[in-house]
């Protein structure tokens, strides 16, 4: 899969791609919703932290808004394919030679009571000492419209700092964040795409997703695709992290705090 000139200048100055060509065909995404459906069935993860609700407290009693399987090729492998290199290979034209590239996450908007993810930068989840540069790939497993929860990215946003963050509502239970203050959102594009289609954003780029008003679930896969990472060249402190305390954390014996959305 060839980038054109174009896509390639419109990502580095906007900070974000949207790809309606499919990486997957029909085979590949019937195969992957299959698993994806038993993954989230099976709630993969959970006693290590890895599954949870994203966006509420996470309780044992109550069905997730937002669901989430962070490394779910760890519990499924056969969840990797041939898709992955070939997503490797586009985030090779963005990143260069030295990108490495890994199923990252699965995120799942159940139908009718699947919740927005808010505004945020992916940066935010993660060590403050690190420097970061890397770009998540976002593959939707059906159509993916603004009524069931496609990304919105803000044009430009790649350059900003880490704005200041906190768990979502405000309730350090939340896994999930949010922007403080999204009043910086102005340049919103929505980015509907077909099954298997792509979008791409780098780790600052802030973005959103809506709720999903439709009957059908709004499966999501991420892949990822980093360049080392090196210490941050300054002192630097993300506090919405460090008061977080999550029932996600507990599983996973106090150490999964720091893991990426
Ligand atoms: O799928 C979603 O609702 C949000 C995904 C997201 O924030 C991400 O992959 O970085």
């Known amino acids: 899969m060839k980038l054109t000139a174009e896509q390639i200048r419109s990502f580095h100055n906007s900070g974000f791609l949207a790809v309606a060509e499919p990486v997957l065909d029909g085979s590949e995404l019937n195969r992957l919703i299959a698993l994806y459906d038993r993954m989230f069935a099976e709630q993969a993860g959970r006693a290590d932290g890895n599954q949870f609700d994203l966006a ?143 979008t791409i954003h780098r780790n600052r780029t802030a973005h959103y997703a809506g709720p999903n008003l439709t009957e059908a679930p709004r499966r999501a896969l991420v892949v990822s695709s980093v360049l080392p990472d090196r210490p941050y060249p300054a002192l630097r402190r993300f506090p919405w992290n460090e008061v977080k305390n999550t029932q996600r954390k507990m599983r996973a014996g106090g150490d999964a705090g720091s893991d990426h959305t």
């Open 56 to 198: 509420g407290p996470d309780s044992e009693n109550e069905p997730a808004r937002l669901s989430q399987i962070l490394h779910p090729h760890r519990y499924f492998p056969e969840l990797r394919g041939a898709y992955v290199d070939r997503l490797h290979s586009v985030a090779g034209q963005l990143l260069g030679p030295e990108a490495k590239t890994e199923i990252f996450h699965a995120i799942l908007k159940p139908a009718g009571i699947g919740v927005r993810t808010p505004w945020h930068q992916d940066e935010a989840y993660w060590k403050p000492d690190r420097q970061y540069r890397s770009i998540s790939i976002w593959i939707p497993l059906q159509i993916a419209t603004e009524e069931n929860g496609c990304l919105w990215f803000n044009d430009g946003s790649h350059e900003w700092e880490v704005l200041e963050h906190r768990s979502i509502g405000g309730d350090a239970r939340v896994h999930g964040l949010e922007l403080v203050d999204d009043s910086v959102i102005r340049h919103a594009v929505a980015c509907p795409l077909p099954a298997g289609g792509f």
